[in-house]
């Protein structure tokens, strides 16, 4: 029970520094948001979207959930990024995955988990989608790390075809949909070489990204 009360102390501690570093930093956040990134990403507590990119607060929107799935019917992940981009007005949606995800690797089994198997169900369309890529990849390891990333890449896909994103680029609002993945063991960012910027480029987009990681 002693651990949350440290958390408290921590955040002081931060607040503290934040404060020294800049005495005007809580007075101008508070004031408004103007991040140019919406960043989906996994809810993995290793993922953390503004550490890893080197962000302060304020600089990025955040929506998490397991696997970093996007759903046309997951209405808190469509309104996150209809606030996004019609409100804060980013220029950026990145959907960011990481190589061995627990959500990824739990759709590749055939275990029976309760609620969160009609959540995985939409990352075993994947991994039914790219069977025979996944097929021919004999070693455990790669095949789970080929599989996240193909997730990234159809999630990518999902955002540039919702309602949001496609009025967007009707309006010719400036919004590029990127897909990247972040490595636990070394902590870097890899660019899987999805970057859409309207709906004419989502064809080749897809084709580019899954001929590389096939």
């Known amino acids: 029970m002693r651990f949350l009360p440290q958390?408290?102390?921590?955040?002081?501690?931060?607040?503290?520094?934040?404060?020294?570093?800049?005495p005007d930093f809580f007075k101008k956040l508070a004031e408004k948001q103007t991040p140019e990134v919406l960043w989906i990403g996994c809810a993995d507590s290793r993922v953390p979207a503004n550490q890893i990119v080197g962000l302060i607060p304020g600089e990025v929107f955040v929506h998490r959930n397991i696997a970093n799935v996007v759903v046309h019917t997951d209405f808190n992940c469509l309104s996150v990024i209809e606030f996004a981009v019609c409100v804060l007005k980013v220029k950026h949606i990145i959907v960011c995955g990481h190589y061995g995800c627990g959500g990824v690797k739990a759709a590749t089994q055939n275990h029976h988990l309760g609620l969160i198997d009609n959540w995985?169900?939409?990352?075993?369309?994947?991994?039914?989608?790219?069977?025979?890529?996944?097929?021919?990849?004999?070693?455990?390891?790669e095949r789970l790390d080929r599989l996240c990333e193909l997730n990234v890449v159809e999630q990518a896909l999902?955002?540039?075809?919702?309602?949001?994103?496609?009025?967007?680029?009707?309006?010719?609002?400036?919004?590029?949909?990127?897909?990247?993945?972040?490595?636990?063991?070394?902590?870097?960012?890899?660019?899987?070489?999805?970057?859409?910027?309207?709906?004419?480029?989502?064809?080749?987009?897809?084709r580019i990204a899954t001929d590389r990681i096939g």
């Open 7 to 22: 958390l408290i102390e921590n955040n002081r501690s931060w607040a503290d520094s934040m404060t020294q570093e800049d």
């Open 120 to 141: 995985l169900r939409h990352i075993r369309d994947v991994r039914q989608k790219h069977d025979g890529v996944l097929r021919i990849i004999g070693d455990d390891d």
């Open 158 to 206: 999902n955002v540039c075809h919702t309602t949001v994103v496609q009025e967007a680029w009707e309006r010719a609002q400036t919004l590029a949909v990127h897909g990247w993945i972040y490595g636990l063991q070394d902590g870097l960012l890899r660019d899987l070489n999805v970057t859409i910027n309207d709906p004419e480029e989502i064809a080749d987009a897809y």
